[in-house]
């Protein structure tokens, strides 16, 4: 038996009753602890706890809304349809398809060089955000997505990994092979799309291969990932007038740690540990892009299964603050513009007085919901930026903010208001809208010549709408979320229990009431260190403290609970990955 040093343990009589711990061989008991002191964010702490105005939009239908759309062959009118297939078979000998990056984008298009112009980056955000929300995109209208997205695999150009095109002559702006984050997110991307689909032709070979490609730059980089790009055909780094971008460490970590977790292969977990090193290592902010939230989700979780002593705080202080060098002002945007609570959206926070973007924002969700299964000590940080950010998030799209505070209210039409901006600003970077803040806006028309302004409509941003529909769904209460935890957490150890965060953001305490399913459970609180149901199914109500955060673990009715090297494990799962810490 197990005993944990705690200053005040103590032990209930209802816990005793429950648990049979004195007559018990294995220690199977919860104490009555106190709660887990909740770890702040500074940034997060400068948010509302309830923005206002508040409208929380259904990002389920809009993620299904948006496959639909997308997806239509048969869409008719000017621009569309969004969706065409490419025969060209580049790197497989197969048809794939490609997906505009935004309304219009000329560059794009079955027309346009024998229609091999697509990102990997707008294909792939596309389908794992319509499998978030429950769509089999390997058998959908007698296609499968998902297998033509082996075309992405570079094998062709030597490189070896999921590069943003096809095809090296494709090249139409960044991301092929000189723009760091670009391939490495794209990795990523091939990776999560992988988790969902583990049976899909090929995908193993590629994923092992990518995992191969990965550790050997991780071991040529050694301790210096300073660079603006990375040649997986010459296995070299290099430098360009784009910045370094020291962040895709996080990146290497999340793919090796999960190569790690899919084929065993304990070189992969030293490597994704020493690549996270190499960045927790950085004296200053060096964040870029997309992976400094995933540094603190591989924080996290490897210190929870791996023995990693990584810190959580820097790697979120790094995500949230806006002081980063590498990109000046990279962060999450706190503020009030024109009376509309902003705070949480993702990108610029000193562009025109800050400038958010849609896929940033979606994907700042992924890591962080699954980050509170491993540190819960954040359950209340993360609760309230996400309660922020999809309140915010609704202004990227054309129904969902006032005519007044968009480029294209005319043409919004065209959207179905599933098809966002690019990003809200706080002032235009347009001479024509200075004044109108906040401001709904996209990049595409400054992309290339002749571009129409309709590619202000963001269709790859769009497309991580899911992750957002997966993760995020209303309880009976106006702003308290029900935040799931498990569905963006990929390649898990064990199957994980039924796991959801739950913030309130009101000064009292609230009683809310949310549906546990049709089976039977015992509801462990991972905050509170306590159980609070047993043998609840259906509606079940219970309380939240004023500005505090449940992590509620749905485990079977009458599951055995036990301590194995300080994780508390019920019928030998882990619901409590730092109870001995």
Known sequence: MIFLKRPHFQITYLSLLLFGFLSCKTTSFIPSAQAVEQ??????EMMPNLPQPYLLKDWKKTALEFDRYAFDFSAKGQYLPLIWLD????????????????IGDVREGPNVNNGQNHEAIAAQGAILGATLVGI?????????????????FNKDSGWNIVQNFTNKSA?????????????VFNNVLFYAVGNYYPEEKHFDEIMRT???QFYKSDSILSNNYSYSYFDFKNMQPGKSHIPAQEDVAAGYSFILYSAYQKFGDEKYLRAAKHALKVLESQKENRNYEMFMPFGALMAARMNAEAGGN???????????????????GWGVIVGNWGGYDVSGIAGSTVHNGGYGFCMNTFDLAWPLAAMVRYDQRYARSVGKWILNASNAARLFYPYDIPDSLQALPKQKALTKNVIAYEGLIKESIYPEFKGITPFAQGDGPLWATGMPPETMFSVYGSGHVGIFGAIIQPTNVEKILRIDCVATDMFQQQKAYPTYLFYNPYPAIKNITTDVGSQVVDIYDAVNRTLIKKDAKGNVSFDISADGARVLV???AGSKFKISNGVLLANNLAVDYRYGR
């Open 554 to 556: 749905y485990v079977p």
């Open 210 to 212: 990518i995992a191969e």
């Open 39 to 44: 770890m702040k964010v500074q940034r997060i």
């Open 136 to 152: 089999d995109k390997s058998r959908q209208d007698g296609r499968n997505y998902v297998g033509m997205l082996r075309n992405y």
């Open 310 to 328: 990584f810190d959580p705080q820097k790697f979120m202080n790094w995500a949230f603050d806006g002081d980063a060098v590498g990109r000046e």
């Open 87 to 102: 025969s060209t078979g580049h790197n497989f000998k197969q048809t794939t398809f490609g997906i505009y990056t935004a």
């Open 171 to 183: 090249h139409i702006g960044g991301g092929y092979g000189n723009d760091y984050w670009y391939d």
